[in-house]
Structure formats: C-alpha cells, structure tokens
C-alpha cells in the first residue's frame, strides 16, 4: 500500500513543524512595555500537559499531511484548535510568578501559526463538505458559542490582551457600540441613499457615468485624508446652521467619521445596483411591460428580485470594509476600537493594540460569513434563465 | 377586430414603420413576415403601445388603444415572445399567474386557470408548477411563455418570434400546439417571423413588410401565386414555391378515384408531404385513407405536379 500525501495537508504539516519545535509558544514580559523572552511549548506549560499537547499537535499534522476521510480531518482540526485554544490560557497562569501582577503573557508566533494552521485544515474540510448555508451559519454560532464560554470561564484572564480589557472593561463596551453604531448606521444611510441614486443611474444613461465617476473618485481619497478633509466644511457647517452643533455636527467626532464612512460606503452599493439591474434579462423586462405591468410594479416584482443577490454582495463589500475602518475614525475623535489601536501604539503597549484589532476582525469575520450565506440563499432558484 | 389606419413611427430622422394601414379580422392569425429592420416588430409593439406610434390610430374592436392607459390595454392582450421571457425568479405556476395576478382575479380562480392552461399544454401542475424555470427544457419554457400569455384569456394574443428559438423538430410541434389552441380559444393571433415555411404553414393572411412599408397583405397562397414586387418573390424563394404552394393543400382534396399498392396516407397529410413520400418511394401512385381509416382514392406524381404549377 502506498502513502498518499494531501497537496494542503504538506504545506499545512510545514507550518506545524516550524510553529511547534522552532518558533516561540508564548511570550513572557515583566511588564507591559519592555520587550519579551520567547517560551516553547515544554517551557510555556507544565510537564503533564506540555508534551500531549505536542503529541495532539503532531499527530493532527500527520492526518492533515496525508490522505485521510473528511471527517477524521475536521475531528484532527477540531481538537487540535480546542487544546490551543485551552493550553494558552494554561500557560498564561503557569508563566505568570505568584503573586505578580506587572507581568504580561501573550500568545507568541508559534502559537498564532498553529491556529493559522489547523483554521485552514478546518476551513478545507468545510469548504470540501460543501455546507448548505444555514449550516455555515450554525458552524459559526457553534465556534462563537465555544469562544464566548471560553472568555467567560476566565480561563483566558492570566492574558496579557485579557488583563489589558480588565483594566479597560467600561471604555470597551463604549466604544464597541459606538464603532458598532458607527459601521452599521453609515452602511444603512448608503442603502437608503445608494439604491434610489442606483436605479436612477440605470434609468437615466447620461447620469450613470459621472456619478460612478465621482464615487470612484471619493473611493480613492485615503481614508485619513478624507476625515481630515471633512473638518472644515463640517466646522463652517456646525458654526453657521442653526441646531447643526446641537445635533452632534461637528467638524471632528462622530459627524465627519460618519460621513466619510457614508461615502466610501455609496460606491459598492450604487455600483453594485446598477449592475445588478443591468444584468436582468431583456427578454424577463420586456415580457413584465408587454403583460401590463406597471414601472413600480416592474421594479419591485422583477427587477429588483433578480438584482438583490448582487446588491447584496455590494452591501456585504460595505459591511466588511466599514468595520475595518471605523477603527481609524479614531483619530479624528470619532471612537470605536480604534481608540484602544492608537492608544496602544502611543504607549508601545502591543497587548492594547491588540484589545482593538482582536475584536474588529471578531466582529467582520462573521459579517462576512453570514452575509455570503444570505447571498447564497437569495441566489438560489434564481439562476439567469438559460435561453431555450 | 384590429384596424391599423396610417400607422407610423419616427425615431428622429429614421422612419421605422411606415404609413401601415391594414385590418385584421377577428379569430384569424395574421403573420408579419420580413427581414430584420422591415419595422414587422415595431409594429406589433405598437399594437400593445410598448412603442408609442408617431402618427396614425389603431383600433381594438372598434376602440382606439389609446383609450386605456398602456398597462390596463397590455394586460387585455397576450403577449410571447423569443426566448419565452420567463421570470427566472418565480416558479412556473406563478409565471404562468402573473397577469390574473395583475388582474386581481381571487387565489381558486387563478389556480384553476393555471392547471387548466398546464394540463392543456401536456405540463403535469404538481410536477412542473413548483418548478423554477432554469429547471425546464427549451420547449418547456416556450410552451410556459404562450400559456403565461394565454392566461388571462385575452381575445388577442402578439407574438414576437415565439419559435425562434427552438429546433425544428419542438418547433412544428410548437406550432401544430398554436394551431389546434387557436381554433380551441378562437383568439386572434398577430405573429411577427422571418420564417416564410412558417408565415405559411400558420398564417390565414400574410403581411409581408420591407423598411418600414406593407409590401403585400394576403392570403398565403395569393402571396405564392403573385408577390406583389420582387422583394416578395425573394422573400418567398423562388425554387420553393411549389413546394410552399403544395403544403397549403390537403391530400383529400388531390384525391383521384383509383386505387393504389403500399402503406395508404392520410387525407389530412399535406400534398407536399404525400408527394415527397411519392418521390422518395419511386412510386407513382399512394392510396389515401380517411379520419376512420376507409380508403378514398389515391394521389399521383402526376396530380399533384399540376397542383403544383403557378396558379392562372
């Protein structure tokens, strides 16, 4: 019998390697600010549990590198992730002196390695299950639901990213609702204005190019010069109508972070709608006029219907994008997770930037996943009407 | 009855159709016949007002069609089209519902409607009406498109190349449907080809247009016998016409007295059809029967030649 290799698992089972024996465990810092001292996996853990971590490690390496069933695969990734997931809070507690509460531990190299690698295993195996959507949708709420337990159960509390929010719990919150706030709110005004201005450009030709032009445009003004570049008309705005400043406008803060998100925002959604609309079958738009539909009753039983997957995928470009960058509405007072990223490269604190990049990827992964099985679901039955 | 009186249609400079005038009577089908840019599908669309003419009336039964507003007069008429524009997104039941929808005709209504135009185009309503129509064939999906246009029973039904774009074989059976479903509703059909087999084989009178202009309207075997200009005689084909003229007759009315050897043809076959089965044969001579099988006579090569040669 000969061994078949995986072409995945060999790439996968090289970065276990590297990650396990040569690259450091976890990091251990006297303090917040000073740099670390890199600890392996048999120095970062205690000796009963050290080396059958390494042994799970190795041996979900080898089902990943050679040809194995799916689901001995997704079981090899499942626990290998669980047992990280577990073993660094363990090591977190074991690092940390008795008593001591200056010192920092945090996940070093090797250890986010082996997470990149068994996450890739896992999303193989899941990509090759070919999910129906829910069930990407309940694969999600079941990793979310194991993470939350694990937050929860204070296993991950002797973390350098967990004592950074411990000291911070309060602010967190706050600005997690405002940086939430602030994506979903500016994403729903570019719906609200951006599928009108998107039927309209498919209407009216003459319209279709200079308005995509200018979103364009606007698109590729850098985020930070476009909240900077909105502090003055904002400011006039502010100072010169009446009830504006009372409203909240203000040329920094919120107001230009919400603007400018509003912006970036229009271009996905207003191309997006347009394209969708144009890619509706002449054929399917001639027969609902020529059996007396009427334009309303035309854009909202045919058009729209057969464009909202591809509006959708617009709206779901917006979502993910928007949560990236509202942590740089930060800078301009704006708040949201940013605060804690820009504090923590003030303060050389990589444990506070973390605390803001964490949760931002936490909060787009899942957008992103939800949405595409939205996409997929609206899709279905729809396909494009081969002609006979 | 339709009656198109001066009908016209500008876009700036380019005359489209052009001072069309002709009546259309009532439960007869009418083919528009033409090359591509003759105007043959502006016109029909004018007919429903999804083109707007620029000078001259039509009438419906008496009414100009201005008279409504267009989406009320469009949902009174049944409109098919090629490639059948079936809504990719509603299943073949909603399709087939959506003017009675339109209409606001109560739910037991519609389903009723619905079975009954499926069943009558050989579609199972369980089978195929939850069904999505990507999921059917080719000849499924036009038979969906005339059935969606039938739905509402309009007394008048426009077709724009509702055949164009199936293969001969479901094409004749799609036609042979069209027929018997003509004579069963006694609709009124308008439809536009570039087909002349077809403008004959379906047509009770022929329009023949060319840029813009009613070249000749009438009967198929008129329109054979004398085109009324040389555009007309091309569009006929000049080395078909026999044969078209043939396919107009039946073989019942070539029938001699006599009797004949071999498989007898049905009086109902075209002449066209009993002389290409005399010819490929070697035969000069094929018994014909009757609808209940009794024999009535025979055909000859020579018979039907005659039939064959331009009328005087």
Same mark, same amino acid.
């Given at each position: 019998m000969t061994v078949r290799f995986d072409k995945l698992g060999v790439v996968i089972a090289a970065i276990v390697a590297y990650a396990a024996f040569a690259a450091p465990f976890a990091t251990f810092r006297a303090n917040r600010i000073v740099p670390g001292e890199a600890r392996s996996i048999l120095e970062a853990l205690p000796a009963a549990t050290g080396s059958p971590l390494l042994a799970v490690i190795v041996a979900a390496a080898l089902i990943a590198l050679l040809k194995t069933p799916l689901i001995m695969r997704l079981a090899a990734g499942v626990v290998a992730l669980a047992a990280l997931a577990l073993l660094i809070g363990v090591a977190g507690s074991f690092l940390t002196?008795?008593? &001591?509460?200056f010192a920092r531990i945090s996940p070093a190299s090797g250890f986010w390695l082996l997470i990149f690698a068994f996450t890739l295993l896992l999303a193989d195996v899941l990509t090759r299950l070919n999910l129906s959507p829910w069930a990407r949708i309940g694969v999600l709420v079941v990793a979310a639901a194991a993470i939350g337990m694990l937050l929860v159960s204070g296993?991950? &509390?002797?973390l350098s990213i967990l004592k950074e929010y411990a000291n911070r719990a309060d602010s967190f919150w706050a600005e997690a609702s405002k940086h939430v706030t602030l994506a979903l709110g500016s994403l729903a005004a570019a719906v609200i204005a951006g599928l009108p201005l998107g039927i309209l450009c498919h209407r009216v030709e003459k319209l279709r190019a200079g308005v995509l032009n200018v979103l364009n445009i606007i698109q590729t003004i850098p985020s930070i010069a476009l909240f900077g570049l909105l502090i003055a008309p904002l400011g006039w705005v502010a100072t010169h109508v009446p009830g504006a400043a009372s409203l909240g406008i203000r040329g920094i803060g919120t107001a230009p972070a919400f603007v400018a998100l509003f912006l970036y925002s229009l271009l996905p959604v207003v191309a997006n709608t347009v394209v969708g609309l144009a890619g509706v079958p002449r054929a399917a738009n001639d027969a609902a006029r020529g059996m007396g539909m009427t334009e309303r009753q035309r854009l909202f039983g045919v058009e729209f219907p057969l464009a909202f997957p591809v509006i959708l995928t617009g709206i779901r470009i917006v979502l993910v994008q928007n949560i990236g960058l509202t942590t740089i509405a930060a800078l301009i007072g704006g708040g949201g997770f940013g605060v804690f990223v820009f504090q923590g490269v003030g303060q050389t604190a990589m444990d506070l930037v973390l605390l803001g990049a964490v949760p931002t990827v936490a909060l787009a992964f899942p957008a992103a996943i939800i949405l595409d099985a939205v996409i997929e679901m609206t899709s279905t039955g729809r396909r494009e009407a081969q002609p006979a | 009855m339709i009656e198109i009186e001066g009908i016209t249609k500008r876009y700036d400079a380019t005359?489209?159709?052009?001072d069309v005038s002709m009546v259309i009577e009532p439960r007869t089908i009418v083919v528009i016949v033409g090359t591509s840019g003759s105007g043959k599908t502006t016109l029909l669309r004018m007919i429903n007002r999804l083109v707007e003419p620029t000078a001259g009336v039509i009438r419906l039964d008496g009414a100009d069609?201005?008279? =409504?507003p267009g989406y009320e007069l469009r949902r009174s008429i049944g409109y098919a089209i090629q490639g059948h524009g079936l809504f990719p997104h509603r299943t073949v039941a909603q399709n087939i519902a959506t003017v009675p929808v339109l209409l606001g005709w109560d739910a037991a209504r519609i389903k009723r409607r619905v079975d009954e135009l499926m069943t009558l185009y050989q579609l199972d309503p369980q089978a195929f009406g939850p069904r999505y129509p990507h999921e059917l064939s080719g000849g499924q999906q036009q038979r969906v498109g005339v059935a969606r246009a039938l739905a509402a029973e309009p007394n008048v039904l426009l077709m724009d190349?509702?055949?164009?774009? =199936?293969d001969p074989i479901i094409r004749n059976k799609a036609q042979e449907d069209l027929l018997a479903i003509q004579k069963r509703f006694g609709t009124t059909i308008i439809l536009v080809t570039h087909d002349m087999e077809e403008a004959v084989h379906m047509g009770d009178k022929i329009a023949v247009m060319d840029a813009g202009k009613l070249v000749q309207y009438a009967k198929p075997a008129e329109i054979l016998a004398k085109p009324a200009s040389a555009f007309v005689e091309t569009l006929v084909g000049a080395s078909e016409k026999p044969f078209r003229l043939l396919s107009l007759g039946r073989v019942r009315d070539a029938v001699e007295t006599g009797t004949a050897e071999g498989e007898a043809i049905p009086g109902d076959a075209s002449q066209r059809d009993a002389l290409a089965e005399l010819l490929w044969s070697g035969r000069p001579a094929l018994p014909v029967k009757g609808a209940d099988g009794k024999p009535l006579g025979r055909v000859t090569v020579g018979g039907l030649v005659k039939r064959a040669a331009r009328p005087a």
């Open positions: 002196p008795e008593g &001591n509460t296993s991950w &509390n002797s | 005359t489209v159709v052009d069609n201005r008279s =409504l190349e509702p055949f164009g774009a =199936l």
